[in-house]
Structure formats: C-alpha cells, structure tokens
C-alpha cells in the first residue's frame, strides 16, 4: 500500500504513522507525511519515510489518504483526491462533506490508547467503497488495536461520545477521588496510589467482561457494607445521571449545526 498521512506529527497521525511501519503494514518509502512543521530529519525515527510538501503532492503519492487534522483545519486543505481512498478520522466531519475530495470515503474513530496499539477505532464506509479498500481499512486499524465497521452514521457520533473520548472520564473521575483523599489528609504519594488502585487496577477487572458490570454492582450492594453505602451515596447525588447527561452534551457538540440525531 502507498499511504499518505495530513497532520502525521499529531496525537492519532504519528500513532497510526508509526505502527503502520513497525507492524510492516506499509514499507517506511510508501508513507508520504504532510506536517505543519515541513520537512524533517526523519519521521518518529524513521528514515525513509517521504515528506510532502503540498496536499497535492501527498496525494499524488499516495493510494490512501488519511486525514488526521482538526475539524476546523478541515476547510483550508481544500483535499482533492480523485480515485483515492480517503480515512478521516475527525470528529465532526460527516460522510457528505468529505465527498467534496471526489474520493471514496471511510470515517473512523480511534482514541488515544492507539499509542500503546489499544485503540477501538469503529469505522463507516461511505458509497463506493469497494471490498478490498475496508479489507485494507481492517489491516490498518489493526496496526493500533481493535475495531469494527458500523452501518449508520450516527452510531459514528456515539463511537465519537464514547471509547473517543480515551482517558477523559476516568481522568475526571480519577481527579474527584484524589480530591477527596486530599481532603481527608492522605500524603500526596499515598493518595495518588490509592486513585489508581481504583482507576486503574479496579476497572482492570471489568476487562473483557464489562457485560457483568451491573452484577458487580449489585454484589457489592447486596453485601450491605463501606462500599454499598458509597455506592448508594453516589447514586443519590445523581451520578448516573451526571454521567449520561455528560456523554448527551457530547453528543450534542458532534453536529455543529445543532440538529438533533
């Protein structure tokens, strides 16, 4: 495959950049790179790796393009990539506004963890995506994680609110517990650890079986100690409800327009 990546030095662009080498899905002279910085001494240590000095220039050598920019850098680009397989994967920019670049477009969804190669990155076809591009869709997101094709659109919004989001709610979460060790007096160090036992450790548990969730909480219920009474204590000040009206808002925010789903 010839790949070419617009915004390869930022978060998702130098992940996917630098697994698609070190997994050998694509060879380090067919990757072409267009960063805001211009040409570098090599990309992410890579030699060999050519870097473009246009969008032209990237897509004339490149079979796939991907885009990994700001939605609002989107505009200025002004892609056109004809004949090309174009993977987006912004937030916020539909099917219907990438099929100005004349390509055939996939929309993806990957998060943070892709670089540590742990991204669930859901992705959609537009029309005219053919067989063999989504097979090599599949083989390039697998080079950060795991992932899945979606047939409606919208549920790309949802895949945006949730696994999208990466570390963000658990970082939110983590910082009102580590608040509240503060608070009782705990030594910075201690605090910290205890928080991550939580975070990290805790939820660690839930891995691969997150559909016993709710029995895990009805067992910590049912047992009628510290923890239940936490548990009940959260549910109270609304916490469920907090967490959806949250994920709602950011749903919300995914059509700029601010048309309903």
Same mark, same amino acid.
């Given at each position: 495959?010839?790949?070419?990546?617009?915004?390869?030095?930022?978060?998702?662009?130098?992940?996917?950049?630098?697994?698609?080498?070190?997994?050998?899905?694509?060879?380090?002279?067919?990757?072409?790179?267009?960063?805001?910085?211009?040409?570098?001494?090599?990309?992410?240590? +890579?030699?060999?790796? +050519?870097?473009?000095?246009?969008?032209?220039?990237?897509?004339?050598?490149?079979?796939?393009?991907?885009?990994?920019?700001?939605?609002?850098?989107?505009?200025?680009?002004?892609?056109?990539?004809?004949?090309?397989?174009?993977?987006?994967?912004?937030?916020?920019?539909?099917?219907?506004?990438?099929?100005?670049?004349?390509?055939?477009?996939?929309?993806?969804?990957?998060?943070?963890?892709?670089?540590?190669?742990?991204?669930?990155?859901?992705?959609?076809?537009?029309?005219?995506?053919?067989?063999?591009?989504?097979?090599?869709?599949?083989?390039?997101?697998?080079?950060?994680?795991?992932?899945?094709?979606?047939?409606?659109?919208?549920?790309?919004?949802?895949?945006?609110?949730?696994?999208?989001?990466?570390?963000?709610?658990?970082?939110?979460?983590?910082?009102?517990?580590?608040?509240?060790?503060?608070?009782?007096?705990?030594?910075?160090?201690?605090?910290?650890?205890?928080?991550?036992?939580?975070?990290?450790?805790?939820?660690?548990?839930?891995?691969?079986?997150?559909?016993?969730?709710?029995?895990?909480?009805?067992?910590?219920?049912?047992?009628?100690?510290?923890?239940?009474?936490?548990?009940?204590?959260?549910?109270?000040?609304?916490?469920?409800?907090?967490?959806?009206?949250?994920?709602?808002?950011?749903?919300?925010?995914?059509?700029?327009?601010?048309?309903?789903?």
């Amino acid at each position: 495959m010839r790949i070419g990546i617009i915004g390869a030095m930022g978060w998702i662009g130098s992940a996917l950049g630098a697994a698609l080498i070190e997994s050998g899905t694509v060879a380090p002279q067919n990757l072409t790179v267009l960063v805001r910085q211009g040409r570098l001494a090599d990309y992410l240590g +890579h030699a060999g790796v +050519h870097w473009a000095g246009t969008v032209a220039e990237l897509v004339e050598r490149s079979d796939i393009v991907i885009v990994s920019v700001r939605p609002q850098d989107w505009p200025a680009l002004e892609l056109r990539a004809p004949g090309r397989l174009v993977i987006s994967v912004m937030a916020m920019v539909p099917l219907a506004a990438l099929a100005a670049t004349g390509a055939r477009i996939v929309r993806v969804m990957p998060n943070a963890l892709a670089e540590q190669r742990r991204s669930y990155s859901p992705w959609m076809a537009g029309p005219g995506v053919t067989p063999e591009d989504k097979a090599a869709v599949a083989r390039i997101l697998q080079s950060i994680g795991t992932t899945d094709e979606l047939t409606e659109e919208r549920h790309l919004d949802v895949m945006t609110v949730l696994p999208g989001s990466g570390p963000a709610y658990p970082a939110l979460m983590a910082m009102a517990m580590l608040g509240f060790a503060r608070a009782q007096g705990l030594p910075e160090p201690i605090a910290r650890r205890a928080v991550e036992a939580v975070i990290v450790d805790g939820a660690g548990q839930l891995q691969g079986r997150i559909d016993t969730a709710a029995e895990t909480v009805a067992a910590f219920r049912d047992y009628r100690g510290v923890t239940a009474a936490g548990l009940n204590g959260a549910d109270a000040a609304g916490f469920s409800h907090a967490v959806q009206a949250g994920l709602a808002a950011a749903l919300r925010a995914c059509d700029p327009s601010g048309k309903e789903s």
